[in-house]
């Protein structure tokens, strides 16, 4: 039954390599990929210990923030908004991997898909987290941030329906919710594994908890996968949806270099670009320390990377369409923008961004450098610094000199800037690894489905060869 | 005639029953007519049903306490019986009290808002000549000095404290000493002033003491101006320009346009004559460093403060003020063109000296408008207010060479505080600690008042009696505001003290000085000029003086030859003035009106001159002259003059509250009594590091942009039509709401060709709507809360610079851009056009400031009004919300005074006829108008209908209700 499998996987797809090594039994998989809950790795404490630590930057980081005022920032007039925001689009384009992966991908019926949704699907939601945090702290008067949402007061005052930033809390605010079912959902299988092979008598109640008693009949099954296809099928939209309103806080504002058309569709690619960067940067020393190559394989990274130049050319054309349009719409605001982006006092910032977003991913279309793997997380990295940057360029370079140069400004962050920004990473970090240590990190049974299919496949093609 | 209330009086004057002394709001004084009685708002006038036990409870232990609490320092002066307020006085209405404030010895008659006895906000006094209505920054900013908690409190003999009784016995016996020799050993330091209580109190002294000596003292002095009136007319005149009759002007580095005196008024009568036409004027400023007046010129002419006399000679060879001599050399074509349109300017032009120039330019000056026919037309000469005797820096000389032989016993310093402005190499604090008894009057501690034996808490000129003349000699009483907020006296107070009438009280005093001028009639006319702010008929008249042309000549033969080499030329700062202001919050934080730097001084040279240097801004130097040295930073200002440093005084002070304390650095360390305004042989070294400047400007470029607009006259007959791309309507998908049917639709005007750039409105503003000062390090970072700034740019070359300036506060866009931005609703449009901000519905996401195009809004990024001191409490506007942190605030366009006009509109059951915004009121250039653009007949909408109007960033399609008007330039063609 095994070579079969082996050879079927080899034969797809032009030779690609296979999406799960070998031919684990059912049995072995599950060992294998569950055993990161049961056998915690080494330095798992040591990560989780620096993690904490960091978080607590975040913690100090937002306490000064309300006990002092947003002057503990960088931020002035006429940059109001600088690391808040950045950050938050950040994060926000990070989470938008995971649904990605998880719902446009199985619409589509990519099996490769099925050894990394889980992933980064948690990825997703703990970046919406992250990102969340931002828009709340970043009010003057965060104790009133509840205004934002319509609440039936007795005043009879509503948020301004006309603003971007209310928006903002609906799109945040469905995609968090939605991104949290979906990833449930598909964890309640796993998690009814984990009840079923614990080994004390609490895990087995906790994990029962969480199961929703789970029993895997084939009426569970139906129910599950009716359910899981709604669920996909309502977070395809927002995958476009979330990031479009996001860049309409820029778009439907006047500010030269922020009053473009091209925001929407093209915030979505870099959301899209930015968050399998993430999920590589994230899944490379993952798949190594928690023993997942064989579920995870080349094939997956090469796809992934493939994704990656794909939506890294769509914001290269992005870029491209910015400044043609600066300079073909005439609008002599939006042109010095522009050109002040290139050769203002924060060119270093923007030509790191070219560099990044533009020139790196072009790798990505040679083979090699898509299985490469040291290369692969390089490059990962990189995009993520450079996606930031974009952020920093997009924010920063348009509000510090706009219309009246009377009123130019600098911005710089101050090291309650940097803590906050530091501490998501870390608090991000840290709900991983709290990921990491209680749940299955890739989803098993999909994993086993796939196995079946793979080995049906297989089966049916040697028939019809013969 | 408008008449203004008596502080204290709830007894209408005899006769003037139909004049109705209360009103108001300065807009009732405007219209000097009255139909609103005592009433007041709908509803606010309810009594309650009943008095009930508690409540009557209540009142009696509050009134228990506070009688307790008057027990504590019984009044000296009866000055607030507002036991029983006046009648029609209500809790919550403002009153507006006349008075006035001397500045360097001149008085400008003020009109000052008092809330429940806590003055709130100053205004000038349409009816008194040197201020017509407008105010300064330094007049403005005066407020902030009474509330200010590091003030002097009480009165200390060698740090023991006296009590006020306990003073004036101790001065009466003092002075008894000096009966002995008739007073040779006793001395008086005082301070230039036109007081003519004052003057009567020096004479009764002297009479007591026929040895006395009074010595004055000022750092800005005019004894040059002095001097040179004296070579021209063999007396002491004052020259009083009016520039209300004068088509060309030559300014001989005198910066009429700024400062003490009488700026606020000539600023009024220049800018008149600023509109395009045939009334227009032309000015020319010869002068080193670039100061408000050379930007207002129309040709400036860069020149080292020593070349100044040079080029003088040569205009007043052309026009034949003086015969030329052989050795001059030719004149350049500027002199030549300048002197030319004075000479078509006959009768009508004007040249003005600047009381830094030597006396032989002031006599030049004389001369030439001798010559040129404008004395008694332009110009005309009247006797000075200000005692005659020289003021300098030398005085502090000579009285420390007394004070060294053991000739003085004791001295008393009214002065402002001459140790720090002494002269470089004189010691004055070790002179003055030598003096057995050194009595100091000060306001707060500092250089002085370290090293004198007494020291005695100065009151405010808002707390104390007093009279003071303005420039042309009109009198004007300075009423108080308040009783003293600390226990202190007033240099009146002491003066009568050596005449052992001490606790006779300012009050009594003044009355009894004014009896003896106007007679029994007094009594009547005390109360007018008390309403009126003025005496009437105090003015000095002119005087016709023959111009002594020989002894101009040999005056400016005898002048010496400017020097070569790197000159240092001091200069009054804009701000802080001599050093006074250090302690003085809104003037630290206002933007100086060319630099555009807070909280600082800096050495100022021009762009070549630091190339040559290699020096950039905020390098720190060390400036050596005379074997002395100082460190300081330097900063390039275009259109300086080479090879010149402009070193403004008043700062680096070492003994100020944490306002003042190491604020820039001392000129005065540098500044020679033989050479008080300009020394050749400066020597500038590069020292280590570089200074951090906090500037609310770092751009001053227009970048190609359509932003404040100027033309020159003939460019303005040729291309007017230009203006109309940059007004009207602009296409728009959303259908403009309509305002027309409104009774008010609010807007306003700013005048570019009129507009100075003094920045008078910020301060107002500031003062008006409790905007909170920031700090040096908060400036720096951008976060600067005034809600008006004054925008400076500079075209052209930068050695010859255009310069402009332009007024931007929130402009009350009609299509708004801050307004569909805001999440909650928290900036919103009114009915009637104004874009509001509503600070409780506020949360702070600041999208409003990013999607505003003029970046007018202001965020509180901390709670700047964290600790206030009880005293600055007491300053708080109560019509205007103290905002908190986490708050966007912009310019309102002064809401809290059209609310308060529409209450009494309608109380007296009709229309508000016209409002006025602070700044507009500060603006002594009329340059800001606001008003109702649905009343065609106001002037604001006669302004938005002038050829020169335009909106800034018109192609947006905002539709901003303020409209700019062009800037006109009128250069003078055969320069061109």
Redesign the interface.
């Known amino acids: 039954m095994t070579p079969p499998a082996t050879a079927a996987a080899r034969t797809d797809a032009l030779e690609q390599a296979p999406l799960i090594v070998g031919t684990p039994t059912d049995r072995v998989l599950n060992d294998e990929l569950l055993d990161h809950v049961w056998n915690p790795k080494r330095g798992w404490k040591i990560l989780f210990g620096i993690a904490l630590a960091g978080t607590g930057l975040l913690l100090t980081g937002v306490t000064v923030t309300l006990a002092r005022g947003i002057g503990m920032w960088g931020n002035n007039i006429p940059v109001a908004w600088a690391y808040d925001i950045i950050n938050f689009v950040w994060w926000i384009g990070i989470g938008h991997a995971g649904t990605l992966i998880s719902a446009i991908l199985l619409l589509f019926q990519q099996k490769w898909r099925t050894s990394i949704n889980r992933f980064a699907e948690a990825m997703t939601l703990f970046a919406v987290m992250q990102a969340g945090l931002f828009p709340l702290i970043h009010l003057g008067r965060p104790w009133f941030a509840f205004w934002l949402f319509p609440s039936p007061a007795t005043l009879g005052l509503w948020p301004n329906f006309k603003s971007p930033l209310i928006w903002d809390v609906f799109a945040v605010s469905t995609y968090l919710t939605v991104s949290f079912l979906f990833w449930y959902l598909g964890l309640i299988p796993d998690l009814a594994a984990l009840r079923d092979a614990s080994r004390s008598k609490a895990q087995r109640i906790a994990y029962g908890i969480f199961a929703l008693g789970w029993r895997g009949s084939a009426r569970h099954y139906q129910h599950y996968r009716i359910g899981y296809l709604i669920l996909a099928a309502l977070s395809t939209p927002l995958v476009l949806s979330v990031h479009s309103i996001v860049s309409f806080d820029f778009a439907v504002s006047q500010l030269p270099g922020w009053h473009t058309t091209i925001f929407p569709p093209y915030f979505v690619a870099g959301a899209v670009f930015s968050g399998f960067a993430m999920v590589m940067t994230l899944m490379i020393p993952a798949r190594k320390f928690l023993g997942f190559e064989r579920v995870v394989t080349e094939r997956h990274l090469e796809n992934m990377a493939k994704v990656m130049l794909v939506t890294g050319l769509m914001v290269s054309y992005g870029y491209l369409m910015e400044h043609f349009i600066a300079w073909y719409s005439g609008n002599a605001y939006e042109a010095f923008v522009f050109s002040n982006r290139a050769n203002g006092p924060y060119r270093a910032i923007y030509f790191a961004m070219l560099f990044c977003n533009v020139v790196v991913p072009q790798a990505f279309w040679w083979r090699k450098a898509r299985t490469n793997i040291a290369w692969l997380f390089i490059a990962s990295l990189l995009v993520n610094v450079g996606m930031w940057t974009e952020r920093f360029i997009i924010i920063v370079t348009s509000l510090h000199r706009d219309y009246l140069p009377s009123s130019w400004g600098m911005y710089a962050p101050t090291w309650v800037d940097w803590s906050i920004f530091t501490g998501t990473l870390c608090f991000f970090s840290l709900l991983f690894l709290l990921f990491l240590r209680f749940v299955p990190a890739v989803a098993v049974t999909e994993v086993k489905e796939l196995r079946h299919e793979l080995a049906h496949a297989h089966a049916g093609g040697k028939e019809a060869a013969h | 005639m408008k008449t203004l209330p008596i502080l204290g009086q709830s007894r209408q004057p005899e006769g003037a029953c139909s004049e109705r002394p209360l009103w108001r709001s300065l807009e009732e004084l405007e219209r000097g007519a009255s139909r609103a009685g005592g009433e007041f708002p709908p509803g606010a006038a309810e009594p309650p049903a009943e008095l009930s036990r508690r409540n009557f409870v209540q009142l009696l232990g509050a009134s228990a306490a506070l009688a307790g609490l008057a027990a504590c320092q019984p009044p000296r002066d009866k000055i607030i019986p507002q036991v029983r307020s006046p009648r029609g006085g209500l809790p919550g209405q403002a009153y507006h009290y006349a008075t006035a404030l001397a500045l360097d010895g001149y008085a400008t008659g003020l009109v000052v808002t008092s809330h429940e006895g806590r003055p709130t906000k100053v205004e000038g006094n349409p009816a008194h000549p040197a201020s017509l209505g407008a105010s300064g920054a330094f007049e403005q900013a005066a407020l902030l000095d009474l509330y200010d908690p590091l003030r002097l409190e009480g009165f200390r003999r060698r740090g023991q404290a006296l009590a006020w009784r306990t003073l004036l016995a101790e001065i009466s016996k003092l002075a008894a000493a000096h009966d002995a020799d008739g007073g040779a050993r006793l001395r008086f330091l005082l301070a230039p002033d036109a007081s003519p209580l004052q003057a009567d109190l020096r004479r009764r002294v002297q009479a007591r003491f026929p040895a006395v000596r009074f010595h004055f003292f000022a750092p800005l002095a005019e004894d040059s101006a002095r001097e040179g009136s004296r070579i021209a007319f063999g007396r002491v005149l004052d020259a009083r320009p009016r520039l209300d009759q004068a088509a060309a002007i030559l300014s001989l580095d005198a910066d009429f346009l700024a400062g003490p005196g009488e700026s606020l008024r000539l600023t009024r009568d220049f800018a008149r004559r600023r509109e395009p036409g045939a009334s227009m004027n032309r000015l020319y400023v010869a002068e080193p460093s670039l100061t408000i007046t050379g930007g207002a010129a129309d040709h400036r002419f860069r020149m080292k403060g020593s070349e100044v006399l040079g080029f003088a000679r040569a205009v007043a060879g052309l026009v034949g003020a003086v015969p030329a001599s052989p050795g001059d050399p030719a004149p350049t074509r500027q002199a030549k063109a300048v002197a030319d349109d004075l000479l078509r300017n006959r009768g009508r032009s004007l040249v003005l000296a600047g009381p830094r120039q030597p006396a032989a330019v002031h006599a030049l000056a004389h001369a030439m408008n001798a010559a040129l026919g404008n004395a008694g037309a332009t110009v005309v000469y009247t006797a000075p207010v200000l005692p005659e005797a020289p003021a300098g820096p030398a005085v502090l000389e000579a009285l420390a060479r007394d004070v060294e032989a053991g000739q003085v016993d004791t001295l008393v310093v009214t002065a402002w505080n001459p140790v720090y402005a002494a002269p470089a190499g004189l010691d004055l604090g070790a002179a003055l600690s030598k003096v057995p008894n050194a009595i100091y009057l000060a306001a707060r501690e500092d250089e002085t008042s370290r090293r004198a034996s007494w020291v005695l808490a100065a009151s405010h000129p808002f707390e104390c009696w007093g009279d003071g003349r303005s420039r042309d000699g009109t009198v004007a009483l300075q009423q108080p505001l308040t009783a003293p907020l600390r226990e202190s006296t007033s240099a009146v107070d002491l003066l009568a003290a050596f005449v052992d009438q001490g606790d006779k009280g300012a009050y009594q005093h003044l009355k009894t000085f004014w009896k003896g001028r106007a007679g029994a009639d007094l009594d009547l006319l005390w109360d007018r000029w008390l309403q009126q702010g003025v005496v009437p008929g105090t003015a000095e008249p002119a005087v016709q003086a023959p111009v002594r042309a020989d002894a101009v000549l040999a005056a400016v033969r005898a002048a010496p030859a400017p020097a070569p080499g790197l000159e240092a030329a001091f200069a009054p700062d804009s701000r802080v003035l001599d050093g006074r202001f250090a302690g003085n919050a809104w003037l630290q934080e206002l933007a100086d009106p060319v630099t555009k730097i807070t909280w600082d001084n800096a050495a100022c040279l021009s762009p070549a001159t630091a190339k040559r240097l290699g020096l950039e801004n905020g390098r720190r130097v060390s400036l050596a002259l005379r074997g002395r040295t100082v460190e300081a930073a330097v900063w390039i200002v275009p259109g300086h003059a080479d090879d010149s440093v402009t070193l403004p005084l008043g700062y680096g002070r070492a003994v100020e509250g944490p306002i003042g304390r190491g604020v820039g650095f001392d000129a005065y360390r540098l500044r020679h009594a033989a050479a008080p305004w300009f020394d050749a042989g400066l020597a500038l070294a590069p020292a280590t590091g570089t200074h951090a400047f906090a500037t609310t400007?770092?751009?001053?470029?227009?970048?190609?942009?359509p932003?404040a607009l100027d033309f020159t006259a003939a460019e303005w007959k040729r291309s007017a039509h230009e203006l109309e791309e940059q007004r009207g309507t602009s296409d728009t998908i959303q259908e403009p709401v309509d305002y027309s049917k409104q009774d008010y639709k609010w807007g306003m005007a700013i005048d570019l060709s009129r507009c100075t750039g003094c920045s008078a409105c910020v301060v107002a503003c500031q003062e008006e709507n409790n905007i909170p000062v920031v700090g040096k390090e908060?400036v720096a970072?951008?976060?600067i809360m005034q809600w008006i700034?004054v925008?400076?740019?500079f075209a052209g070359k930068p050695e010859e610079p255009e310069v402009i300036s332009?007024p931007?506060a929130c402009v009350h866009c009609e299509a708004a851009?801050c307004e569909?931005?805001?999440?909650?609703?928290a900036t919103v449009h009114s009915d009637e056009g104004l874009n509001e901000m509503v600070y409780n519905?506020?949360?702070?996401?600041?999208?409003c400031?990013?999607?505003c195009?003029?970046?007018v809004?202001?965020?509180?990024?901390?709670?700047y009004r964290g600790r206030l001191a009880p005293t600055e409490k007491m300053l708080m506007n109560p019509d205007v919300t103290v905002r908190?942190?986490?708050?966007?605030e912009k310019c309102t366009y002064c809401v809290q005074r059209i609310e308060r006009a529409r209450i009494d509109a309608r109380v007296a059951g009709g229309k508000i006829e016209s409002v006025q915004s602070a700044c507009q009121q500060a603006c002594p250039a009329e340059a800001i108008v606001f008003g109702n653009l649905n009343d065609p007949k106001s002037r604001v909408s006669r302004l938005h209908g002038d050829a020169r109007r335009y909106d800034l960033?018109h192609e947006?399609g905002t539709r901003p209700r303020t409209a700019y008007l062009a800037r006109i330039k009128n250069p003078n063609p055969d320069l061109a």
Not at chain 2, 820 to 825: A, E, G, L, M, Q
Not at chain 2, 857 to 863: A, G, I, M, P, Q
């Open positions: 400007q770092g751009h001053f470029t227009m970048e190609g942009r932003l908060q970072k951008g976060r700034r925008d400076r740019y332009q931007v851009p569909y931005v805001c999440p909650v609703n519905r506020c949360v702070g996401t600041r999208y400031s990013n999607n195009p003029y970046k809004r202001r965020f509180n990024f901390f709670e908190s942190r986490g708050v966007m960033l947006l």
